[in-house]
């Protein structure tokens, strides 16, 4: 499903406009990233929960070359979803 279906559907569903619902998805993923970028937890109950998790430093191969590098450490996105999630799936 794409961003443009996801528009439609939700305008559908709420009886609203595409461009108020475009408006109320953009904001929605402002939101939830905004909370992500500030190490808070986002929790939807029965959806699921989107958190940030570290990645530690490691090691790795170069592909072409064969040659280690060092590939650092950082913050990764995660999300886990909520049992009526898991359930309707």
């Known amino acids: 499903m794409t961003k443009a279906e996801l528009v439609n ?3 559908d569903a ?3 406009k ?4 475009a408006k109320a998805l953009d904001a929605f993923v402002e939101g939830v990233m905004g909370a992500l970028k500030k190490g808070e937890k986002v929790t939807l109950v029965g ?3 989107f958190s940030v998790s570290k990645r530690k430093a490691r090691k790795g191969r170069n592909p072409r ?10 913050n ?3 999300f886990t979803p909520g049992k009526a999630f898991k ?3």
């Open 9 to 11: 559907q939700m305008a």
């Open 14 to 16: 709420a009886g609203i």
């Open 18 to 21: 595409k461009t108020a619902a």
């Open 47 to 49: 959806f699921g929960t």
């Open 65 to 74: 070359t064969g040659k280690e590098i060092k590939i650092p450490a950082k």
């Open 76 to 78: 990764v996105p995660k």
């Open 87 to 89: 359930d309707a799936v």
